[in-house]
C-alpha cells in the first residue's frame, strides 16, 4: 500500500515538473520579444566592481555601443586589490557619459556588495536604475529591451535571466542547480500578479528599478546584512507593495554564471540556505522532498524492472517526467544536452551543499568571495 501511494505520488511529481518547466519556458519565450525602445527616460547603468580587472573591459565595450541614446554609467571600485580602478578609470576620462567612483571603507555589519550598490545608487541621476555586475557583457539592444520590457509590464522593479555560460563540462553539469526553481518550485508568470514576497526572484547580475520605488522601498539598506541580496531584494519590493517581474535576457545580456569550478560550488553553497532565510525547518523539508522525490527513485528503475513490481510503470514515468521537465528547462536556458542527465546527482547534491552551508554557518566559517571573508 505505501510503495503504491508513493510511487503515484512520484508520478505526479514527474507531471508537475514537466507543466512548471514548460509553462516558465513559454513565459521566457513571451518575455524575449523584440519590441524595443530607443530613446526614453534616463537610465542609469549601475556596476559594482571588485577585482574585475579580467573581466569588466567587455562590460563596459557593450556598453559603449548602445543604440538607447540616455544613459549614464556609473561605476564604483569596491576596495579591489587589482588593476580595476586603473580600467575603470581611464574609460571614464575617454567618454564624458560615464564616472567612476573609489569605493568607502565598508561599514561594519554590512555586506560588501550592498554597501557598493548602495554608493552607486546615490551618484546616479537617471529615473531608471540598472544594476549590472561586471562581468556581464550587454549586448547593443539591452538598455532598449530592459527600458521595453519595463514599461510594458508596468513594472517597478525587474530582474532576469542572463544566457550563462560556464568553462568546464563539471561546472555545466552543477551550475544549472541555480535553475532549480525553474522545474520544482516557482512559476515565474505568477510573480508578476501575486503579491506575496515568496513568490519573487531575482539574480543580481541584473537588477532593474524605477528610482521613485527604489528610495521608498529603502534601496539596498534593507538587506544591507544578507548574502542573497538579489532573492531579498525582490521580496522587499513586493513587501512594499511593488509590481516586481523576472523575465528571461538571454537574447541581450551574457557571460559566465561562476568563474571556475571552486567558484561554483562555493557560490552554490552559499546560496541554497539562504535562499531559505537561514531556516532550518523549510531546509528540512526540501532535504526530504529532494531525496524522496527527485533522487532516490531514479536508483529504483533497475530494482523495479528486475522484480517487475506493480509499481514499474508509475516509477518509470515519474523519472520520464523529471528528466523531460529539466530538459526542458536546460533547451531553455540553451545548456549542453548532456546536463539533464545527471538529475539525480545534481538533485543530491542542492541537499549535500546546502547542509554544508549550515554546518559553515553554525562554525563560523564563512566563505571567500571576492578576496573578501564573508559570514
Not at 525602445?37 to 548602445?66: D, F, Y
Not at 556609473?74 to 557619459?97: L, M, P
Amino acid at each position: 500500500m505505501f510503495l503504491t501511494l508513493y510511487s503515484q505520488i512520484f508520478f505526479l511529481v514527474g507531471a508537475w515538473c514537466v507543466l512548471l518547466s514548460l509553462s516558465n519556458a513559454i513565459f521566457f519565450k513571451l518575455s524575449r520579444r523584440k519590441t524595443r525602445m530607443k530613446e526614453g527616460p534616463m537610465i542609469s547603468v549601475l556596476i559594482p566592481a571588485r577585482n574585475e580587472e579580467r573581466r569588466i573591459i567587455p562590460t563596459l565595450e557593450g556598453l559603449l555601443s548602445q543604440e538607447y541614446s540616455n544613459f549614464e554609467v556609473v561605476v564604483i571600485d569596491d576596495n579591489s586589490s587589482d588593476g580595476t580602478w586603473d580600467i575603470v578609470n581611464a574609460y571614464a576620462d575617454r567618454n564624458k557619459f560615464m564616472t567612476a567612483l573609489r569605493g568607502g571603507e565598508l561599514l561594519e555589519g554590512w555586506k560588501g556588495k550592498p554597501y557598493a550598490m548602495t554608493q552607486l545608487a546615490e551618484a546616479a541621476k537617471g529615473e531608471i536604475f540598472v544594476f549590472l555586475d561586471a562581468d556581464i557583457t550587454p549586448a547593443p539592444d539591452f538598455l532598449s529591451w530592459v527600458t521595453d520590457r519595463l514599461f510594458r509590464h508596468k513594472a517597478d522593479s525587474m530582474s532576469a535571466y542572463p544566457r550563462h555560460r560556464a568553462r568546464s563540462v563539471r561546472e555545466y553539469i552543477f551550475f544549472p542547480l541555480v535553475y532549480f526553481v525553474n522545474s520544482v518550485l516557482l512559476p515565474f508568470w505568477l510573480i508578476k500578479p501575486t503579491k506575496q514576497s515568496l513568490f519573487s526572484h531575482a539574480i543580481g547580475q541584473l537588477m532593474v528599478f524605477r528610482r521613485e520605488a527604489y528610495a521608498d522601498s529603502g534601496g539596498f539598506a534593507v538587506v544591507f546584512n544578507k548574502i542573497l541580496e538579489d532573492i531579498q531584494m525582490g521580496r522587499a519590493m513586493k513587501r512594499a507593495g511593488y509590481r516586481h517581474v523576472f523575465l528571461d535576457a538571454r537574447d541581450v545580456l551574457s557571460g559566465f554564471m561562476y568563474d571556475s569550478w571552486g567558484h561554483t560550488i562555493a557560490g552554490l553553497k552559499r546560496s541554497i540556505y539562504e535562499y531559505f532565510d537561514k531556516k532550518i525547518y523549510p531546509l528540512i523539508i526540501m532535504s526530504f522532498f529532494n531525496i524522496a522525490l527527485l533522487v532516490v527513485p531514479a536508483f529504483l528503475i533497475p530494482f523495479i524492472l528486475y522484480y517487475s513490481s506493480p509499481q514499474t510503470p508509475w516509477i518509470i514515468w515519474g523519472n520520464v517526467g523529471i528528466l523531460l521537465g529539466w530538459s526542458i528547462t536546460a533547451f531553455d536556458r540553451r545548456l549542453p544536452w548532456y546536463v539533464p542527465f545527471f538529475y539525480p546527482v545534481q538533485f543530491l547534491c542542492t541537499v549535500i551543499l546546502s547542509w554544508g552551508s549550515v554546518i559553515d554557518e553554525v562554525n563560523g566559517r564563512g566563505y571567500d568571495w571576492k578576496d573578501r571573508k564573508v559570514f
